[in-house]
């Protein structure tokens, strides 16, 4: 069967399929042991639509109302009020971690099996609000192949995400085929309880690490604890990740995906404020990123 099916014969395919089959040739100078075959991937963006917002903000929108009636003073942020306004241009200016903090804040004080019941219920019915699709039916075919194809290789693959990782560890298996414990991301602080005698944690309102650009690293070091030889990404928030990707010794494999498909998604790098591509596209022949062109290079975007 000819491998990743919804990507177009040419370039990009060529250098994946080649650099699977380098890699995994017993005896060959490029060989990579099964235990170091690390693949690292974004999501909200490279993995499933991340445009006009990433999902879990359209999640804290939906969330955001109910936290405010118990605490008005969240009014005085300005990523939460743009939310209660449904102001998307503010949002779209202010900075990711502060739009993100609303998104983390909708689950403080829930346990952790709270969270996953309460963003499970949501994500049955939540619906793209311009493609009119699920947000479950937004994931890439092209990249769920491509996960499949690396771990037919050996490869071991891994989520590192800006977006909350109980939020995405609720969607990975299904979506992906990456089970939770290989979901790296951002974090609220958590304490452990005893309730009527078993054992829980609760997510508190406070920040514990926000898994974008250095930090990408950092968790890798620390959750991973191995560095990757293949990554991807969509915005200069990985381009750390890529950069040490690539400064490893051996084989190693990094790409872009341009969103340059206004027709089948949507056309965006530079300019979109929540993630933009701009360092990364400029530097990438330089640092010897491959760039992904979703129009050209892929015949299909979306499963059905």
Known sequence: MEPLPSWNDGAAKSAIVDFAARTTRDGGPDFVPSAERIAVFDNDGTLWCEFPLQVQVFFALAEVKRLVQQDPSLLEKPAFKAMIDGDLKTLMSLPKKDVFEPAFATHAGMTVEEFHANATRWLRHAEHPKLQRRFLHNAYLPQHELLEFLRAHGFKTYIVTGGGVEFVRVVAEQLYGIPPEQ??????????????????????????????????????????????????????????????TLAGDGPRMAWYLHHDDAAREFAYDRDFKLSALREGLDRAAELGIGVVSMAKDWNRVFAD
Do not use: Q, W
């Open 183 to 244: 979901v790296v991301g951002s974090s609220t602080k958590m304490k452990l309880e005893e309730v009527d005698g078993a054992m829980v944690l609760r997510k508190l309102p406070e920040l514990g690490s926000f898994d974008d650009r250095d930090e990408k690293v950092v968790n890798i070091a620390l959750h991973i604890g191995r560095r990757p030889v293949f990554a991807f990404g969509n915005s200069d928030g990985d381009l750390a990740m890529i950069r040490y």
